[in-house]
């Protein structure tokens, strides 16, 4: 544990620009693929082809996505925004399908009875569609932040600091501890963001965790 | 007041729910359409809202056409009740209940107490409010319906098969409910069933549907009892079934009804 000892300052402020590097990946994924996955929902065709483009995005190796995406939009090759954009990339790409079934998931007899009651198309998107939406929408997200935590490590090849640095310097200086520490702090980071994004989900669906009814508890009709 | 002047529906497909279909609900009256499947009873009754738009005729609210009302707020303006309840999953009770007033700019906090208000008004524990639909049984939930429906005091109320998810002992706590409460408030209610005998305890006046809508015969409970129409008509509401055929048996004294099996029935009171 000697390196550790020495170094633990130094993974702590790794750990902090992984966050910094996953977290707003994340979020963007987020905020770009629901609304894809709520057009795709809406319109089949189109949606069939949007989510299929998505998912192939997927398949872009990384190095070439990292080299691309500075041509593309202009940033520096060894900047945050750079490692940011790919990440979302294939966030997006994760979670476009997730979300299109998401939509999908919900009632359309739930959507059609808000709608006879007196909901404008609107505010059947935002009280009906997404709050029922989430259960499904928050698992994609899961799989998604643990996928990009891990993912993050490739910034250290184009030297955008993250706990993937402790990876390469490790390798390079054959200091077997430090891989290690690189590893499973990697590992810590995606657990703690997958329990809190666990327990938002449940702090925003009350409803789904409530006992189902018993005829015999549930009582109150005269 | 709602007319329905020579309305129908066409599917883009070709496929006919309703073929010129006629009828005057007067106000603070219920009317029952009954009828089986494809009769376009339940067609005919989301007209009113604009649910469904129709093809040809138009459908009025006092005198004023339907078609030219801002479709959510005529939604709005009338209560809705649906088949499985149609609540809102995640919604509590309350919330539920609440939900037109809260659209229509109501404090959400009176419009939860007004709603508390409602909840005992259908014959529910004020206690289920908190709770959400899943948690309720299916009369409890189609209570809920109705309580959401009363919520904006509407003068219309649109009813599609609101009871036919319950059992029959539940159905019929239901429908007494909904008498009296119809009792009280004289709205002007129009109501969608298959069942005949439902049709018969609720309607003021029964409009008995054929296919794509075709009226076979309209009347008073008992005057559809009393002179079905035609074949079809007798044959709907069984006017031949044992149960319908009653006559009277002087037992001590007393006229017993009996039904077409022999079986008592009651008595009759001079």
């Known amino acids: 544990m000697t390196w550790l000892a020495l170094s633990w300052e130094y993974v702590l402020e790794l750990t902090r620009d992984h966050l910094l590097l996953s977290v707003p990946a994340v979020l963007l994924s987020v905020l770009i693929a629901v609304p894809i996955g709520r057009l795709a929902n809406r319109r089949r065709v189109l949606g069939g082809l949007v ?23 202009g940033f520096p090759l060894r900047s945050s925004a750079t490692v940011v954009t790919a990440l979302t990339v294939y966030g997006v790409a994760l979670l ?28 059947v998107f935002w009280h009906v569609d997404l709050p029922l939406a989430i259960p499904v929408l928050l698992s994609g997200t899961r799989v998604v932040a643990v996928s990009t935590v891990s993912l993050v490590t490739i910034g250290a090849l184009i030297g955008v600091p993250g706990l993937g640095s402790l990876l390469t310097d490790g390798f390079q200086r054959g200091i077997t501890e430090e891989v290690a520490v690189g590893v499973v702090a990697t590992i810590v980071v995606a657990l703690v963001l997958d329990g809190l994004l666990l327990a938002a989900g449940r702090a925003l669906t009350p409803w789904a965790r409530t006992p189902r009814r018993s005829a015999k508890t549930a009582g109150g009709a005269r | 007041m709602i007319e329905f002047e020579s309305v129908s529906k066409t599917y883009p497909d070709g496929t006919v729910a309703v073929e010129e279909f006629s009828l005057v609900v007067p106000s603070h009256r219920s009317v029952v359409l009954v009828g089986s499947s494809g009769s376009g009873k339940s067609t005919l009754l989301q007209m009113v809202n604009r649910m469904v738009e129709p093809t040809g005729g138009r459908v009025a609210i006092d005198g004023e056409d339907v078609a030219g009302r801002d479709a959510v707020g005529l939604r709005r303006s009338i209560g809705y009740v649906l088949q499985h309840g149609g609540l809102l999953p995640h919604r509590t009770v309350l919330d539920n209940i ?10 959400r906090r009176r419009a939860r107490t007004e709603a508390a208000g409602l909840l005992e008004r259908v014959g529910l524990d004020p206690s289920l409010g908190r709770r959400y639909p899943s948690q309720l049984s299916g009369g409890q939930q189609q209570r809920v319906g109705v309580a959401r429906a009363l919520a904006s005091d509407p003068n219309i109320l649109l009813m599609d098969e609101p009871f036919g998810a319950v059992d029959p002992i539940v159905r019929r706590e239901l429908q ?3 008498a009296r409460l119809q009792a009280d408030l004289g709205k002007t209610i129009i109501f969608v069933t298959h069942d005949v005998d439902e049709a018969l305890r609720l309607g003021d006046e029964v409009v008995v549907l054929r296919r794509h809508g075709v009226i076979a015969q309209r009347g ?26 009653l006559t009277v048996r002087k037992v001590d004294g007393r006229d017993v009804a009996v039904d077409g099996t022999g079986r008592p029935v009651g008595v009759l009171h001079p």
Request: net charge negative; charged share 25%.
């Open chain 2, 220 to 245: 008073t409970p008992a005057e559809i009892l009393a002179s079905p129409a035609d074949d079809f008509v007798r044959d709907f509401v069984g006017a031949d079934r044992e149960e319908r055929r």
């Open chain 2, 98 to 107: 609440a939900t037109v007033p809260v659209l229509n700019g109501t404090r």
């Open chain 1, 96 to 123: 476009v399908r997730t979300a299109a079934d998401a939509f999908g998931s919900v009632d359309a007899e739930v959507r059609d009875a808000a709608l006879a009651v007196g909901h404008s198309p609107r505010s």
């Open chain 2, 176 to 178: 007494d409910e909904l």
């Open chain 1, 51 to 73: 989510t299929g483009a998505a998912t192939l995005m997927y398949a872009i190796p990384a190095l070439p996505l990292l080299i691309i995406i500075p041509a593309v939009f």
